[in-house]
């Protein structure tokens, strides 16, 4: 070894000491120098290490401090589906949308939809405004009007299948990061030449894979965000459990389970100026969706806007009433048996699978195309408001009581 070539070496080993000396390396503090070899990290023989200051932050979304939980319902089980038994689970921590996906946000969509994507694809992306539509009621004016009116902007987006649902979450991980790119100047590594999916405008999503023009981030680089997805049903339970509320200070205890995602074993708040209004947009009884004039119960005779009503103890907003939520799961009744205790999921039929379920012979309704909904609505009784009641619907139908909100993993961490 010649002695330029010794004294490189020395002057590495030596400069990693002193940064091993300046404390232990952390994900957002790696060092010039590899703690291992010595080697100097993005030069020609060393690693590339990109600058890392954490997860970006994702636009309207709230933090959800994971734990350990008891998961199923509180409610007496009325419909005798016994399929969402008391369990205890840990989920890790993840991001939630503060507020159900409006109008807005989905006009927004078709917006992009329609200068990026073809006209197949925009007409599949349509809400069906039918879904108001009743023979024996006078819903007219929401047919025409409720997705695209102004005052209906902030009002959740109803009429969406959980088809729909997922290209909206595809499209706006596309679309955020395209924009995080943009402001960090990397534009050309945003995919932002492209369209919705990656995909020409007129283009079938074969050509996505043709051309290449714009590089696909890194997720070495840590500068962009995780996928939106519809949340777990897990995660959407334990988020609207919000139990983080009823821990004591300084040891593992909780004051109280909760039957909604608010204290109390009642749907109306018993503290301050607001005492004795209703926390939730739902139906009352039968023919009373919002109360007497002058003094309405609820305060929406159908949807109400994504705000209204206090949020939960991790500032969510209606997490219980105005729209059900769909969320990622195929439906089984015993999820709660099969799924595992960390993270649980049902994405197919394994341990159950749909032959076992007489479809074809209007014995049951259940198949690998049917997803979880929860969470109760503005047509739903209180029943339904409890975070462990569960019904499922076909994943390529709507109704004028479903919507959704998106979530995402929390990238980097083990919580």
Known sequence: MNFSKYLRFAIVGA????SCKSGPRTATKPGKYSSTTGIEYNTEEGMKVADYAGIPEGPGLIFIEGGRTVLGSAEED???????????VTIASFYM????VANIHWLEYLHFVRKDSSEEFYQSALPDTTVWARELSFNDPYVDYYLRYPGFRYFPVVGVSWLQANDYCTWRTSKVNENLAGLSGDGESSGG???????????????AAEGGESKKPSIE???TLPNYRLPTEAEWEYAAQALIGTQETGNENQENKRIYPWDGRQVRNSYGKTQGQFLANFKRGRGDYAGIAGALNDGAMITEYIYNYPPNDYGLYNMAGNVNEW???????LS????EDLNPFRRNGFLDPAEKYDKKGYQSLIDDHVRVYKGGSWRDVAYWLSPGTRRFMAEDSATATIGFRCAMINAGSNK
């Open 336 to 339: 709660f048996e099969d799924v």
């Open 78 to 88: 009325i419909a005798m589906t016994h399929d969402n038994m008391e369990r205890t």
């Open 193 to 207: 030449k492209r369209g919705l999916f990656g995909r020409k405008k007129n283009a079938p999503a074969a050509d």
């Open 97 to 100: 949308d503060e507020a159900e």
């Open 221 to 223: 680089d840590g500068n």
């Open 15 to 18: 400069c990693a000491l002193a």
């Open 327 to 333: 969320v990622q799961d195929i439906y089984r009744p």
